[in-house]
């Protein structure tokens, strides 16, 4: 492979990974708009853009803290490796700001759902999970730098040597056990639409879906793998709009 195909590689590999994220982040709005408990990874984001609506933190939105949050995964993530932590995954920061500022643009783009009855609620939730699951499928087959999120329980595992499903329990089950402490921090009572049965529905139902989906991923497989054409098919656009601007003259 040359270095222009390596470059547009990575550059095509990367437009892929963006749309994964924005399957990610528009099924964690759907959850969150759903009122039946936000998704694991958004559970505490939220709970201090809510508390942020009533001026005991900064009025931040649920991306910003998002990426808040994953500046800290990745800091911890050096302090735990320290001069063993690869600077390539420095490239997670990127990753978590885009999947913040991807959720503020999802929550804008939503505003006008409204779930009233259980009915809406339930249909938001299971839509919003199985969009989530299917952009998570998406997001490990691109084959990127992880999310902070996946990031701190590799480093976790590969230190501790405990399997990485379990650490990915374990630091998921922190979370929201961090975003139960904030509801009562700032409210004094469980917040159910932060923390509530879409919660559990989302930590059970999600990892079925990618499950589910990663064996029929050929085509996405094919799709990535698509360079060499995707190129030609530009340059000959390219060649074939100049040669109509040359005719029009």
């Not at 700001?97 to 505003?111: A, H, P, R």
């Not at 009915?119 to 919003?128: D, M, R, T, W, Y």
């Not at 799709?223 to 109509?244: H, M, N, Q, V």
């Amino acid at each position: 492979m040359t270095r222009k195909e390596k470059v547009l590689s990575f550059l095509w590999q990367h437009l892929l990974l963006l749309g994964s994220l924005y399957l990610m982040t528009l099924g964690v709005v759907l959850c969150i708009r759903s009122s039946l408990g936000s998704s694991v990874i958004s559970s505490l984001p939220f709970v201090f853009s809510l508390a942020g609506a009533t001026g005991q933190v900064p009025a931040w939105t649920v991306g910003g803290y998002t990426i808040a949050m994953n500046f800290v995964l990745v800091l911890c993530q050096i302090l735990i490796l320290r001069r063993k932590f690869d600077p390539m995954q420095l490239f997670q920061l990127v990753i978590g700001f885009v999947f913040g500022w991807l959720i503020d643009l999802n929550m804008w783009l939503t505003s006008g759902l409204i779930c009233t009855g259980l009915p809406s609620q339930l249909l938001a939730q299971f839509a919003g999970c199985t969009i989530m699951g299917i952009g998570i499928a998406f997001e490990v087959r691109c084959g990127s730098v992880t999310m902070p999120g996946e990031g701190i329980s590799l480093v976790i595992s590969q230190v501790t040597g405990r399997p990485f499903a379990k650490i990915k329990i374990l630091v998921d089950t922190t979370l929201v056990l961090l975003a139960i402490a904030g509801c009562y921090l700032f409210f004094g009572r469980w917040q159910w639409n932060v923390i509530g049965i879409g919660t559990l529905f989302a930590m059970i139902y999600v990892g079925l879906v990618v499950r589910f989906i990663a064996p029929h991923l050929g085509w996405f497989d094919r799709l990535l793998d698509y360079i060499p054409g995707f190129r030609r098919y530009l340059f000959g656009l390219a060649r074939l709009l100049y040669r109509r601007n040359s005719d029009a003259q």
